[in-house]
């Protein structure tokens, strides 16, 4: 038998570890087993039962009930008590400590995925952190309140003096390299600009649920050993399983920032006492968790956010009510990978969807059966207008001030309605513009989304050709900021004119105009 190489020999090895731990925690063949036990093959379990049509439209239910593929402790009507084998430790102390007994090195590893519960300090799941070290470098945040790139040159001297195109010539950040400055440890999939103007803190959330604060250095770094030594003030914390699907402030209180996640979760971290407090569970019927694409606080209550999940619904919840039940409404049969609320008509909500539509909603109407769904389980909302795609649309988002909307998606399209007046919002929507930009992000790096500024009518989207495109409402360029890659996930300041993209390995580019505010001053 030839000898087997290097790599061989560590993959029989991890093949073993693997195993040894199945049997020690007495998972082996358990998948087997109870697809065994419920008689079922190996297809996938529909979570919503679907509308099957006839020529009356009438829906025509099965007679002979098929059995469910999961078996869970509630359904069998067994207490929810600790697995065989395992020792009772809490689970947020597994991030931290080593493992149980110190019978195996690899335990943490293997429980990862396990989501965090409840509430918990930031602290408790930071291993080399001191408390009170963390307190202090947060505590300036605490009482902050705040009620076609690729041808700019070309474009930029056609267009001659666009207003507002001085004022986006923004400076990269320069104190550290973006390479130096990794705010997370896998693909980023959500940034964050906190509103404070004293000092700069940029939140960033991974695919991998880990979540990192950027302390932004103002000052230039000195000559001597030490500084040169110096890295970048950031501190990681991992709250989550899967991506981390949006961030933002509380609006009446922006000492409090509020974390969204694809595992389902909605979580609160308050930077005055580093405290992180477990929100909502947002889950299905078969009690399984409903990931959450994308969230906006309205503007006619703070304290209500507007949710939308992975799966097509949408909900509202009320953040002083802790784990409060959220009655779902269905607005697309797929994914909706973005929504955002109209500030002219605070009960309009927009929607983009893996179905390839963009569509507009009136969340004051409900609708029992809404006709253009294949599902019978929820009832939906009002459909005021729909716009068609050619292929997914990725991201919506409105002007603060002026009623447009831009949608872009995965046809290299940016695509700008005019909503201002309600007497515009037909049953087909129109763009009054169409912008060709290339949004074909692949596998590894996030979708491209397009956001615009929260206090003023411009909007910023990456490009894949390693830059930051910004746009007026009236689809004018007004700058194209270069990077050295592509910052994929783009987040404005709502007050200054600073912007941050994120990128695939964890690292943040920042664009600010301090520079230009220093040469005013002199």
């Not at 880990?210 to 001597?224: A, C, I, K, M, Q």
């Not at 809404?370 to 997914?392: C, F, G, I, K, N």
Request: net charge neutral; glycine share 6%; aromatic share 8%.
């Amino acid at each position: 038998m030839p000898e087997l190489t290097e790599f061989q020999k560590k993959r029989q090895e991890n093949i073993k570890r693997n195993n040894d731990l199945l049997k020690k925690l007495h998972l082996s063949g358990v998948a087997s087993q109870i697809k065994h036990e419920a008689g079922v093959s190996n297809k996938a379990r529909v979570p919503a039962k679907k509308k099957q049509r006839t020529s009356s439209s009438r829906a025509i239910k099965s007679a002979s009930p098929t059995l469910p593929t999961r078996r869970s402790r509630r359904l069998r009507g067994e207490a929810a008590d600790n697995t065989k084998g395992i020792p009772n430790v809490n689970d947020n102390q597994l991030l931290k400590k080593d493992s149980p007994n110190g019978e195996d090195k690899n335990f943490i590893d293997e429980m990862k995925e396990k989501s965090v519960i409840g509430d918990v300090k930031l602290s408790d799941l930071i291993k080399d952190e001191d408390e009170d070290a963390l307190l202090e470098k947060f505590k300036r945040f605490n009482n902050s309140n705040f009620s076609s790139g690729d041808f700019f040159e070309e474009i930029k001297k056609r267009q001659g003096d666009v207003l507002g195109m001085d004022e986006f010539d923004l400076d990269l950040y320069d104190v550290f390299q973006p390479n130096e400055i990794k705010v997370t440890y896998d693909r980023i999939s959500a940034t964050y600009f906190h509103p404070a103007v004293e000092k700069k803190l940029v939140i960033a959330g991974d695919t991998g649920g880990t979540v990192g604060f950027w302390n932004v250095r103002d000052e230039p770094l000195g000559d001597s050993e030490e500084d040169r030594m110096e890295e970048p003030d950031i501190t990681r914390v991992k709250l989550f399983t899967k991506n981390v699907g949006r961030i933002d402030c509380f609006p009446t209180n922006t000492s409090k920032v509020l974390l969204t996640s694809y595992d389902g979760s909605v979580r609160s971290v308050h930077l005055n006492n580093l405290q992180s407090e477990e929100m909502l569970t947002l889950k299905n019927e078969y009690d399984d968790p409903l990931g959450i694409s994308d969230c906006q606080f309205s503007y006619e209550n703070p304290h209500i956010l507007f949710l939308t999940t992975l799966s097509g619904e949408f909900t509202t919840f009320d953040t002083r009510a802790k784990n409060s039940e959220c009655k779902l409404r269905r607005l697309a049969d797929k994914k909706i990978g973005s929504m955002a609320i109209n500030p002219l008509r605070p009960y309009e909500i927009a929607t983009g969807s893996l179905d390839r539509t963009l569509k507009i909603w009136d969340t004051r109407h409900l609708v029992e059966k809404p006709e253009w769904s294949q599902y019978e389980d929820y009832p939906s909302h009002d459909l005021m207008s729909t716009y068609d795609s050619r292929l997914s649309v990725s991201a919506v988002s409105y002007s603060p001030t002026d009623g447009t909307l831009v949608c872009n998606g995965y046809d290299d399209t940016i695509r700008l309605f005019d909503l201002k007046n309600k007497d515009s919002i037909t049953a087909e929507l129109v763009p009054k513009l169409t912008i060709q930009h290339n949004c074909q992000t692949g596998r590894w790096t996030s979708i491209l989304k397009a956001r615009f500024k929260p206090n003023k009518s411009v909007f910023a989207i990456a490009n894949m050709k390693r830059a930051i495109d910004i746009y007026n409402s009236e689809g004018q360029q007004l700058a194209h900021l270069h990077t050295a890659t592509v910052p994929a996930v783009v987040s404005w300041h709502p007050l200054q004119n600073w912007i941050v993209g994120g990128n695939s390995s964890g690292k943040i580019f920042l664009f600010t105009d301090d520079s230009q505010a220093i040469k005013l001053e002199e």
